[in-house]
Antibody
């Protein structure tokens, strides 16, 4: 059964870089043909897609965040990562990683999801 | 600007009743619309993909319909565990957009 788990600091200072990693178990990122995505949810608010990556490194980003976001993949560790720079309080959210479906489609629905990790931006 | 609008914002019903949730797109998304259920403190759970296909393990009381700009999620007979927030998401246009959610609460 495919499982995803987010990890990283729960507290980031304003203007610094938020860094999270998603570890995939129960399946291989490099041998699958899926895109892998990051989605966030500010407290009490809705969902926002951040971006997605293929095992080859091909990425797609939300234009609203594109200037500050980098998503990368490490197939040797079966992980993909998110970096969001110049953070402000508005970036405080639960960050989820998820697999995009169907295979080979950068534009997909998300399933399964990680449990999510809360990142707070505060000094 | 592309928008997904969900209605109503809050729906108050009793167990056993039928729930009808709406998602309207500002431009056509063909059939590329998904529905998710989210309970407090949990990640969203995929219910329906491509408008009308139930995801693995989703009970038959959940059904989706629609195409183009108007979509509906129907729960035929509400169970206590169905009270949650529901989101729609389109994958026909960039960026992927989610609706703002409908909260289904117990009346």
């Amino acid at each position: 059964q495919l499982q995803l788990q987010e990890s990283g600091p729960g507290l980031v200072k304003p203007s610094e870089t938020l860094s999270l990693t998603c570890t995939v178990s129960g399946g291989s990122i490099s041998s699958s043909r899926y895109y892998w995505g990051w989605i966030r949810q500010p407290p009490g608010k809705g969902l926002e897609w951040i971006g997605s990556i293929y095992y080859t490194g091909t990425t797609y980003y939300n234009p609203s965040l594109k200037s500050r976001v980098t998503i990368s993949v490490d197939t040797s560790k079966n992980q993909f990562s998110l970096k969001l720079n110049s953070v402000t309080a508005a970036d405080t959210a639960v960050y989820y990683c998820a697999r995009a479906n169907p295979p080979d489609s950068a534009s997909g629905w998300f399933d399964p999801w990680g449990q999510g990790t809360l990142v707070t931006v505060s000094s | 600007e592309f928008v997904l609008t969900q209605s109503p914002a809050t729906l108050s019903l009793s167990p056993g009743e039928r729930a009808t949730l709406s998602c309207r797109a500002s431009q056509s998304v063909s059939s590329y619309l998904a529905w998710y259920q989210q309970k407090p403190g949990q990640a969203p759970r995929l219910l329906i993909y491509d408008a009308s296909n139930r995801a693995t393990g989703i009970p038959a009381r959940f059904s989706g319909s629609g195409s183009g700009t108007d979509f509906t999620l129907t729960i035929s007979s509400l169970e206590p565990e169905d009270f949650a927030v529901y989101y729609c998401q389109q994958r026909d246009n960039w960026p992927h957009i989610f609706g703002q959610g409908t909260k289904l609460e117990i009346k």
